[in-house]
């Protein structure tokens, strides 16, 4: 029997091998509590080979495809973990699709089988007739069900012999129009994250709790780490602010995942200091703008580190800000990741010196083989270095500071570029940031006759706070450069986000009505 410690020393393993290593060594120790439901390791393997062995049986071979649509729970972990065990692709899709998105993602990533809850099913019968990949049910009353679906108890799978280089899940992209691409990450990359991890202090020991939705490249960065260690996962299906610091508090949480939009929320809360969260040994967040105002009051109310890292589910290069390291770099996203490649191209694909604004690009083991069935996109999104090597283009701005410290700008798409002069949302956003009056806003480009296009701001106040639109457009224009000044300036209850908390952009600009600019 090969052991955990052996397994992690190899320059390769698969996640079905370290879970069964774990259910060997440790058969008792809890690996998921969903709700009221705790599995042991020990159970969570045996019901992997249970579904393993089905999928089999239906038809699922080494390198084919696995769907799944729903809540998080065991029942989903489990058919996303028995895909690999048997050389599937794992393809979680996003409940909020439209039905339509929903068929031609299972037609795109070539599943052999959909798991759903019933909302996604209900949903897919408007198009079953588009539709013909066997279903079963998550969870609720739709037939087969997960339950009745599974082999006997005792059952396992044929093994198969897992490639690095071999898909390990198909993430589709969080578009607001059309269908998403898919994101093909390999083993290897996976498994770049699993050693990354032993930095984050994930280990045996570790309580994670994962309350964002399974199907984001965010939950999967830490929730396969949290389960190929070792640790307990505590799953989420819903988050809302005072329950994780409820079930924090329970479970002596040591780790959380979060994006800037559920820490905000925490920390807003009245009484977030009567929680005991003296367990947490580190929290991360990623996959939107993180202000360096709330890092600061993170570290100052909550214990444990913190640590931000910054890069794409197509993954290249990351950057990690160890805030409680730097405290003085809140500002930035941090430093290139161990073994990660990051520089700075301009419009020309030429390298710019340290200092120069232009086009983050990365590269790592951890890199997306492709976009499924889009080879055109995913030359679009590659640089190569003059050396010959392969980087991944994020479409962000950015630039090195004097430390090599990563000073985030904006996506390029996002830049507004007025009179022929480049303008950054994310340096007005800042400072619209300063006025006491205004919790978070989004500075997006409008169109101008006369300018091509000029800042416009949609603006969260803060609870008990009054100001107008006209007045916080005032305050702000006499504090920025004329290029920079907002010509249009609304108050909104709520900024439009991706269920992984970015702010939708284009939907502001879309929803834009222009009077005159």
């Given at each position: 029997m090969t052991t955990t410690t052996q397994l992690l020393e190899q320059p390769f393993s698969t996640m079905s091998d370290m879970i069964r290593a774990h259910a060997d060594e440790r058969p008792a120790h809890t690996a998921i509590v969903d709700g009221g439901r705790v599995l042991t390791f020990a159970a969570f393997d045996a019901l992997i080979d249970r579904a393993a062995a089905q999928l089999q049986r239906d038809g699922i071979d080494n390198k084919g495809a696995v769907a799944m649509c729903g809540p998080s729970s065991i029942e989903y972990v489990t058919t996303f973990v028995a895909a690999l065990r048997i050389g599937a692709a794992a393809c979680p899709l996003a409940p909020s699709s439209t039905a339509e998105q929903l068929a031609a993602m299972v037609r795109d990533c070539g599943a052999g089988i959909l798991f759903v809850d019933d909302s996604a099913s209900a949903a897919l019968d408007a198009v079953d007739e588009k539709l013909t990949v066997k279903r079963v049910a998550l969870e609720g009353v739709a037939n087969p069900s997960f339950a009745s679906w599974l082999a006997a108890e005792g059952a396992k799978p044929t093994s198969v012999t897992i490639d690095p280089d071999q898909t390990f899940n198909i993430i589709y992209s969080s578009g607001t129009t059309g269908t998403p691409k898919g994101i093909v990450q390999p083993h290897k990359m996976r498994w770049g994250h699993v050693r990354r991890a032993e930095a984050l202090g994930y280990g045996p020991d570790a309580i994670t709790i994962v309350s964002t939705p399974l199907y984001s490249n965010t939950t999967l960065v830490s929730l396969i780490p949290a389960l190929m260690r070792g640790g307990t996962v505590v799953l989420m299906r819903k988050f809302d602010a005072r329950g994780f610091l409820e079930l924090a508090q329970k479970y002596r949480a040591?780790?959380?995942?979060?994006?800037?939009?559920?820490?905000?929320?925490l920390m807003d809360l009245p009484d977030f200091g009567s929680f005991d969260l003296s367990s947490f040994r580190m929290k991360t967040c990623t996959s939107a703008p993180f202000p360096a105002d709330l890092k600061a009051d993170i570290l100052a109310r909550w214990p444990g580190g913190l640590v931000e890292i910054y890069g794409?589910?197509?993954?290249?290069?990351?950057?990690?800000?160890?805030?409680?390291?730097?405290?003085?770099?809140?500002?930035?996203?941090?430093?290139?990741?161990?073994?990660?490649?990051?520089?700075?191209?301009?419009?020309?694909?030429?390298?710019?010196?340290?200092?120069?604004?232009g086009e983050i690009v990365g590269k790592s083991m951890s890199i997306m083989t492709g976009y499924h069935n889009q080879p055109k996109k995913t030359a679009d999104a590659e640089w190569f270095s003059p050396e010959g090597e392969r980087f991944i283009r994020t479409g962000d701005v950015g630039r090195f500071d004097e430390d090599g410290f990563v000073v985030l700008g904006d996506r390029k798409k996002d830049m507004i570029i007025t009179g022929g002069f480049n303008v950054y949302p994310s340096d007005l956003e800042a400072e619209l940031a300063k006025h006491p009056a205004v919790a978070e806003s989004a500075v997006v480009g409008i169109p101008s006759r006369e300018w091509g296009e000029t800042p416009g701001a949609f603006i969260v106040l803060r609870p008990g706070h009054m100001a107008t639109a006209e007045e916080l457009r005032q305050w702000m224009n006499a504090r920025v450069g004329k290029t920079q000044r907002l010509t249009y300036a609304t108050i909104v209850e709520s900024l439009p986000r991706s269920s992984i908390g970015k702010v939708l952009k284009r939907q502001l600009r879309d929803e834009f009505r222009p009077t005159s600019t």
């Open positions: 040591t780790h959380a995942m979060l994006v800037p939009v559920q820490y905000r929320r794409m589910t197509e993954g290249g290069g990351s950057c990690l800000l160890r805030a409680h390291e730097f405290p003085n770099k809140l500002h930035t996203v941090g430093q290139p990741a161990p073994g990660h490649d990051i520089r700075i191209i301009g419009d020309d694909g030429k390298e710019l010196p340290r200092g120069e604004t």
